[in-house]
């Protein structure tokens, strides 16, 4: 069994920063790539961005040059960077991995930002 563990969410201001991390756990061999989706209740959920076990990425046309995802095979976590966060991304994110076997989701985290 896998599990990932997202951490990170919060409150913050129009303009700011957060950090997002998810750390899986569990039976891993290995793990393809790493993803962060986002969704509303308004909305279905969607790709915010996605690493490959080397590092090739992809992301949102919304969150271009704003956001930035890495990841640390070692420690089977990946990250997301979120700068100049506009209220447009409030979201709960969540965690994707996707491994030999199949696709874990992590529970998600809230990100809220408001002034």
């Known amino acids: 069994q896998v599990q990932l563990v997202e951490s990170g969410g919060g409150l913050v201001q129009p303009g700011g920063s957060l950090r997002l991390s998810c750390a899986a756990s569990?039976?891993?061999?290995?793990?393809?790539?790493m993803g962060w989706y986002r969704q509303t209740p308004e909305k279905q959920r969607e790709l915010v961005a996605a690493?490959?076990?080397?590092?090739?990425?992809n992301y949102a046309d919304s969150v271009k040059g704003r956001f930035t995802i890495s990841r640390d095979n070692a420690k089977n976590t990946a990250y997301l960077q979120m700068n100049s966060l506009e209220p447009e991304d409030t979201a709960v994110y969540y965690c994707?991995?996707?491994?030999?076997?199949?696709?874990?989701w992590g529970k998600g985290t809230l990100v809220t930002v408001s002034s």
């Open positions: 569990g039976s891993i061999f290995s793990i393809y790539a």
């Open positions: 690493i490959t076990s080397g590092g090739s990425t």
């Open positions: 994707y991995a996707d491994l030999p076997s199949r696709g874990y």
